[in-house]
């Protein structure tokens, strides 16, 4: 094995909480920046964690599951040690996460994820030009540093 990949793998398995399900996402798109908000708002039971998949450690995890940073055009939900996921599956298992309302929408897990990755692919396709993009990622307020990794 390389030593790149080693010192990737070593990082992002020191740097994230065992206990918490990672959240990569796209810090410059406004869409992904609201839904972060939306997610930490109905995050009741504090199990999320969020990384923008352009900062260092958003790339090293990326490394260390195998997944090319530059070719994905989408969340990934990681849960250190275990699995992650990614497109609409990472969509409907954080939602499923929420509880309340949103839990029932874990029903849309029947669909095969080729059509609901269709669906995923065509908004993440054109999220800039409907939501807009900001310049640089997001700076998370004081209160909500606590939620960020990096």
Not at 10 to 19: E, G, I, Q, S
Not at 101 to 114: E, N, R, T, V
Not at 140 to 147: I, M, N, V
């Amino acid at each position: 094995m390389d030593k790149p990949n080693e010192i990737a793998s070593f990082l992002a398995m020191t740097l994230t909480p065992k206990d918490k399900k990672i959240i990569l996402f796209d810090g410059v798109c406004n869409l992904c920046n609201s839904a972060v908000q939306f997610i930490i708002k109905h995050d009741k039971k504090d199990v999320f964690r969020f990384v923008a998949l352009q900062s260092d450690l958003g790339l090293q995890i990326c490394k260390h599951i195998g997944v090319d940073q530059k070719s994905m055009d989408s969340i990934i939900l990681y849960v250190p040690g275990i699995a992650y996921y990614y497109k609409s599956e990472a969509a409907l298992e954080i939602a499923s996460q929420l509880g309340s309302f949103y839990s029932l929408l874990a029903i849309f897990k029947i669909l095969p994820s080729k059509f609901s990755n269709f669906i995923y692919d065509w908004i993440a396709r054109n999220r800039y030009k409907w939501f807009g993009k900001k310049e640089s990622c997001m700076i998370p307020t004081p209160e909500l540093k606590s939620k960020f990794l990096a």
